[in-house]
């Protein structure tokens, strides 16, 4: 089968005075073109890093190494023809706030699909702003990113990362930023576009109940290593490792999982029917 990400022992170290730290270590990956691929894990656990790394985006006084990274069966050699496009956590930090909405797509258009006319561009910014769910897209255009919500930057920026025509997404924390309701529904995006489009995703996420509702295959690091990894039922039903067990645990404390709602994002918030009785209900 014909793998879109293979990398191979991942190593990652930083110098603080003479001591030199590794941040992460020995990290491997493969993911067939098409699947979904959470990585999850406490903070500071190395799953940025990871990725970043696959972006070539990591800061300068951090030294990588790996035996193999490729792909789509390639080895990556030209960052510029990257195949993969990054969404990360904080939508207001990646959108520049004296510019409008149709600048920023409009940029990477121009970077992307050069020498298109005007008009085949308005038509490609609409369309893009239609299939991540902004209603009303030539009025949007116009307007700046403080006059969007949370959620609606978030879609955004995937808009922005779906002009560049990837292949592979990688999402980096989405929805961290973002209340439940609106969590589930960007999530439900994500899904709905890897589906539609076809595309391989890697999203990072602290969230076990992102993971669950969204991910194939999951990979548990802790401190800089993968302590775990397997399908989503293996990682879901049949924990082993006690660290994947503990963050399971704390997960569904959190009310954010339980056994039975492995197929479903997380739950929303409490709703009263009485006076005395509040339900939980069920995003979609
Ligand atoms: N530029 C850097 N220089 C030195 N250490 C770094 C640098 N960037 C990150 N680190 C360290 O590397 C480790 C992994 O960081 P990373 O951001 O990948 O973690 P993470 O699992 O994504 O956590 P979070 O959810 O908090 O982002 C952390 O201990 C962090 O402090």
């Given at each position: 089968?014909?793998?879109?990400?293979?990398?191979?022992?991942?190593?990652?170290?930083?110098?603080?005075?003479?001591?030199?730290?590794?941040?992460?270590?020995?990290?491997?990956?493969?993911?067939?073109?098409?699947?979904?691929?959470?990585?999850?894990?406490?903070?500071?656990s190395?799953k940025?890093?990871?990725?970043?790394?696959?972006?070539?985006?990591?800061?300068?006084?951090?030294?990588?190494?790996?035996?193999?990274?490729?792909?789509?069966?390639?080895p990556?050699?030209?960052?510029?023809?990257?195949?993969?496009a990054?969404?990360?956590?904080?939508?207001?930090?990646?959108?520049?706030?004296?510019?409008?909405?149709?600048?920023?797509?409009?940029?990477?258009?121009?970077?992307?699909?050069?020498?298109?006319?005007?008009?085949?561009?308005?038509?490609k910014?609409?369309?893009?702003?239609?299939?991540?769910?902004?209603?009303?897209?030539?009025?949007?255009?116009?307007?700046?990113?403080?006059?969007?919500?949370?959620?609606?930057?978030?879609?955004?920026?995937?808009?922005?990362?779906?002009?560049?025509?990837?292949?592979?997404?990688?999402?980096?924390?989405?929805?961290?930023?973002?209340?439940?309701?609106?969590?589930?529904?960007?999530?439900?995006?994500?899904?709905?576009?890897?589906?539609?489009?076809?595309?391989?995703?890697?999203?990072?996420?602290?969230?076990?109940?992102?993971?669950?509702?969204?991910?194939?295959?999951?990979?548990?690091?802790?401190s800089?290593?993968?302590?775990?990894?397997?399908?989503?039922?293996?990682?879901?039903?049949?924990?082993?490792?006690?660290?994947?067990?503990?963050?399971?645990?704390?997960?569904?404390?959190?009310?954010?999982?339980?056994?039975?709602?492995?197929?479903?994002?997380?739950?929303?918030?409490?709703?009263?029917?009485?006076?005395?009785?509040?339900?939980?209900?069920?995003?979609?």
């Open positions: 089968m014909m793998m879109s990400i293979q990398l191979e022992n991942l190593t990652l170290q930083t110098q603080r005075g003479k001591v030199i730290e590794t941040l992460v270590k020995d990290v491997s990956l493969s993911l067939p073109r098409g699947k979904i691929l959470g990585i999850v894990g406490e903070s500071g190395g940025s890093l990871t990725v970043k790394s696959m972006m070539g985006i990591v800061p300068k006084e951090v030294r990588v190494a790996y035996d193999r990274l490729e792909l789509e069966g390639k990556l050699l030209d960052y510029d023809r990257l195949p993969m990054m969404i990360f956590q904080d939508p207001m930090t990646s959108l520049n706030p004296l510019r409008k909405i149709g600048y920023h797509l409009e940029e990477i258009i121009d970077r992307f699909s050069p020498g298109l006319s005007a008009g085949e561009r308005m038509e910014m609409i369309d893009m702003l239609n299939k991540v769910g902004i209603s009303n897209p030539e009025q949007r255009l116009n307007q700046y990113p403080f006059e969007f919500s949370g959620g609606m930057r978030q879609r955004i920026l995937i808009a922005m990362a779906l002009l560049a025509e990837p292949r592979i997404l990688i999402a980096d924390e989405p929805t961290t930023a973002l209340d439940v309701t609106i969590q589930a529904q960007i999530l439900a995006l994500i899904k709905g576009l890897q589906e539609s489009l076809g595309l391989t995703v890697i999203i990072v996420s602290h969230d076990f109940g992102v993971i669950a509702g969204l991910c194939d295959q999951v990979m548990v690091m802790r800089g290593q993968v302590v775990e990894e397997g399908t989503v039922e293996d990682i879901f039903t049949n924990p082993l490792h006690p660290y994947t067990q503990e963050l399971l645990r704390a997960a569904r404390l959190d009310g954010k999982w339980g056994p039975q709602s492995l197929s479903v994002y997380p739950s929303g918030p409490l709703v009263a029917v009485s006076e005395t009785h509040s339900v939980r209900k069920e995003l979609e």
